[in-house]
Structure formats: structure tokens, C-alpha cells
């Protein structure tokens, strides 16, 4: 599928195309508005044209949403209606993400045709799903039982728990269909170190020149999209595409937050603007 039938398929609403000095040469970004809302945040793109995010009404309310080819669905969890958030989702329209209970307790969800399943290991008091790959393996992160944030990979049957040696925490985020997955650490020093992991091994994967890197969504060759901040405390995009990192900014934004990847390297995220939050995408 060309780059071009990618962007007309998979957002049909377009708010805006600026161009800007903080954005490279061939990117043509677009921001995404869930209708009626006053916040959108876009999170992920399948590689066949589903969307997924969370969005704020009028009324300060939270809700998941889904988009395929333009055509959004309010996405909420009836255990957490209002507190509803989805980060991941794949190919056949599974959807990863959480809500919040009424003690502020996070619970990993997976969602699909109109189904809600919970999702975490046992006796966690919080938990997160960030990502899906097609295979439906999804990743996240929970509280193990010495109160330590750690990441897990869950096949459909069991979960595996990962944890970087000596992190404050390690959560992971994203995961392609080859099962590497992209890791977020917490280091000594009160930043945030960026890795992959083929299932033993960690590959460090910092933003050069960042102060924190966070590392993504991944596609199924391996590259990675990221959110860094700078020493001043902005937030900026980046990817890594066969190893060559390309650093961007979404036009008219205070700070800018990459997220998803799908295989035809569109790029999804969110941009704080001076009003608040827009949801974009870019072709990468």
C-alpha cells in the first residue's frame, strides 16, 4: 500500500497541514480532532487503518475512541465510564489500553467487537496494557508485589515479567510482530533510558541528546518512535529508521509526543498546543 492511499484511508478528518522550520524536509503533518471534543490524543495506528486514543467532551469527561477510515466510536470501559484511555491496536481491531476505578487504581484492558477483557498479572493493584501486535501478544507494565512499576509480555496464555536490572522502573510500550519490544527505564539519576528487547537481551536506543528518551511504538522492521525531552524540559518527537534518528516537531506545537508506528512508517501522536491537545499523524 502506498504512503499516499495510507494517508486518504486511514484520516479522513484533516484540521490542518502547516509547514515549519522544526519539521524536516518531506514530512506532511495532519492533525486529527475527535468531533465535538476538547482534547484528542491519538496513540496508535494499525497497519491496516485503525486508529485508537482517548479524547476529552465538553463536559471535561474522558473516553476511548477508535477511527477507521475517518469514522470514530466512543470506546468505554463500563467499569471505568469516564477514565476509559487506549494506547495500542492491531490488524484485526483489538484494542489495548486501561481505565481507572473509583480508588484511582489502574486496570489494564483489551477490547474487542464490543467485548471488554481485563488485562494484567494476578494480584497487581495496578496495572497498564500500552501495546498490541497482530499475533495479539500485548505488553504493558504492573506493580509487582514489592511495589516495584515492572514490565510484562503477555501471549494470550501466560506473562512474562521484565525488568531491567536496577531500574527505578520499566515499563514496556510497544511490540512488532516479531516480538521485540521497546522498553522505557527509570535510571538513578531521575531520567528515563529507552531500549529493545528481543525476549533476553536489552539494546540501549537513547534519543542522542536527550535528557529522557521514551520509546514507543515499533514496526515490524524495527523502527522505533519516540517522545525525548530536552534539558529545558520540552518535549519533542523522534525515530529511528534503519538505525538513523530524525528528530521533528509538529508545526504550531508547545511540545510534541510521537507514539505509534504502523509498516507504512505513518507516524501517530499528540501536540500540545497553546488550547490544549491535538492528535496528529505524519508520514515518516
Known amino acids: 500500500m502506498s504512503f499516499c492511499k495510507t494517508l486518504s484511508m486511514l484520516w479522513v478528518l484533516l484540521v490542518a497541514s502547516v509547514a515549519s522550520a522544526a519539521v524536516p524536509a518531506g514530512f506532511q503533518f495532519r492533525f486529527v480532532e475527535y468531533p465535538g471534543s476538547t482534547i484528542t490524543k491519538l496513540y496508535a495506528a494499525s497497519s491496516n487503518d485503525i486508529g485508537a486514543g482517548a479524547y476529552f467532551d465538553s463536559s471535561g469527561v474522558q473516553h476511548g475512541f477508535m477511527v477507521t477510515r475517518g469514522k470514530f ?7 471505568g465510564v469516564g477514565t476509559t484511555f487506549l494506547t495500542g491496536v492491531n490488524a484485526s481491531g483489538t484494542a489495548v489500553g486501561y481505565y481507572i476505578d473509583g480508588s484511582g487504581l489502574y486496570h489494564g484492558i483489551a477490547y474487542s467487537n464490543g467485548v471488554f477483557t481485563e488485562v494484567g498479572p494476578a494480584g497487581s493493584p495496578d496495572t497498564i496494557a500500552y501495546g498490541i501486535n497482530d499475533a495479539g501478544t500485548i505488553v504493558g507494565t504492573f506493580e509487582d508485589t514489592d511495589n516495584i512499576e515492572k514490565g510484562f509480555i503477555f501471549d494470550g496464555t501466560n506473562y512474562q515479567t521484565v525488568y531491567v536490572s536496577g531500574s527505578v522502573f520499566t515499563t514496556l510500550f510497544g511490540i512488532n510482530v516479531n516480538g521485540v519490544s521497546t522498553v522505557q527505564w527509570g535510571d538513578s539519576s531521575g531520567n528515563t533510558e529507552s531500549s529493545i528487547y528481543d525476549g533476553s537481551t536489552f539494546t540501549t536506543i537513547n534519543v542522542p541528546g536527550a535528557v529522557s ?28 529508521l534503519n538505525g538513523k534518528y530524525t528528530k521533528f516537531n509538529a508545526p504550531g506545537c508547545v511540545d510534541t509526543y510521537a507514539d505509534g508506528i504502523n509498516d507504512q512508517r505513518v507516524v501517530v501522536g499528540v501536540c500540545q498546543e497553546t488550547s490544549g491537545f491535538a492528535g496528529f499523524y505524519v508520514i515518516y
Open 73 to 79: 466510536k466512543t470506546v468505554d470501559d463500563p467499569n
Open 213 to 240: 528518551s521514551y520509546a514507543h511504538g515499533i514496526d515490524s522492521s524495527g523502527n522505533v518512535v519516540y517522545s525525548w525531552s530536552d534539558s529545558g524540559g520540552v518535549f519533542h518527537g523522534a525515530g529511528r
